[in-house]
């Protein structure tokens, strides 16, 4: 197979899959990973494809909506780090509510099954999860997004306007000072306002790659967050942005 070949089927396979890992591409098309690593930078510099920690998404933009299993294959050893820390937050007793997200579900695996908490989502997937042993979990009901599997619309939104949460572990697609946290479905933003606006504690669980990017809706202001965890260490110049709005930033957790 000609260079330019094997790098249109890279393409093809990585935005037919919504991600590959180099491994896998590796595999399926026989060439050493090497090979592959240096296929996916030259990609990456030519605007067709984004490389993630250990593989490869299709491009995206602010109007864009990357899916579940695009998530699902990034940067999981920093998700991971993440939910270590974030978990600390739990205490006996709280009803903690879970956002739909690769990050959050991380979270959820390590929360412990012992049923201290009573655990609530708009996802199907992280309820299963968290439905393990002793813990009971309450979905808000609604409409299921194919893309994100997340559920939404005036069913999960009427179970939001209803309850109230001690703790919230909370996703973004991108955050910056000016345009605080954003995602790109209206119907996912106003699930997340909710989501903020009923929880007495914000836990923004979020890698340093969601840091200066904006998508299409505003779902809440960095003023909201309490917490930010994050994988990457901040430079300076972010961290004091993101402190002057009141939030407490632990950072460098991956390392």
């Known amino acids: ?6 790098k249109r089927r890279i393409v093809e396979l990585v935005s037919d899959s919504d991600g590959r890992s180099v491994e896998s591409l590796s595999e399926h098309l026989g060439y050493s990973k090497a090979t592959i690593r240096r296929d996916l930078r030259e990609l990456e510099d030519r605007g067709l494809i984004e490389r993630s920690h ?3 998404v299709p ?6 909506e990357q899916t ?7 940067n999981l050893e920093g998700k991971r780090a993440i939910a270590d820390r974030a978990v600390e ?4 007793g709280q009803v903690v509510f879970f956002d739909a997200g690769t990050t959050t579900m991380e979270v959820a695996r390590k929360v412990p099954k012992d049923g201290t908490i009573l655990g609530v989502t708009n996802s199907p997937r992280l309820a299963i999860e968290l439905n393990e042993e002793d813990n009971e979990v309450k979905l808000t009901g609604g409409t299921l997004r194919r893309r994100t599997k997340a559920l939404v619309g005036p069913t ?5 306007e209803r309850t ?8 973004t697609n991108g955050f910056d000072v000016e345009s605080g946290l954003t995602t790109p479905n209206e119907d996912e933003a106003r699930m997340k306002e909710l989501m903020v606006e009923k929880a007495a504690k914000v836990v923004l669980v979020a890698d340093l790659s969601k840091l200066g990017r904006r998508s299409f809706v505003q779902f809440a202001s960095l003023e909201e967050i309490d917490l930010f965890i994050t994988d990457g260490t901040l430079d300076a110049d ?6 002057s709005a009141g939030v407490t930033v632990v950072d460098g957790v991956a390392r």
């Open 89 to 92: 937050e739990l205490a006996e």
């Open 164 to 171: 109230n949460f001690d703790l919230l572990f909370l996703g």
């Open 54 to 56: 250990g593989g490869a």
């Open 156 to 160: 999960a939104e009427s179970f939001m």
């Open 238 to 243: 972010s961290r004091e942005e993101i402190e």
């Open 1 to 6: 197979m000609l260079p330019a070949e094997r």
């Open 68 to 74: 579940y299993g695009q998530k699902e294959v990034q």
């Open 59 to 64: 491009v995206t933009s602010v109007g864009r």
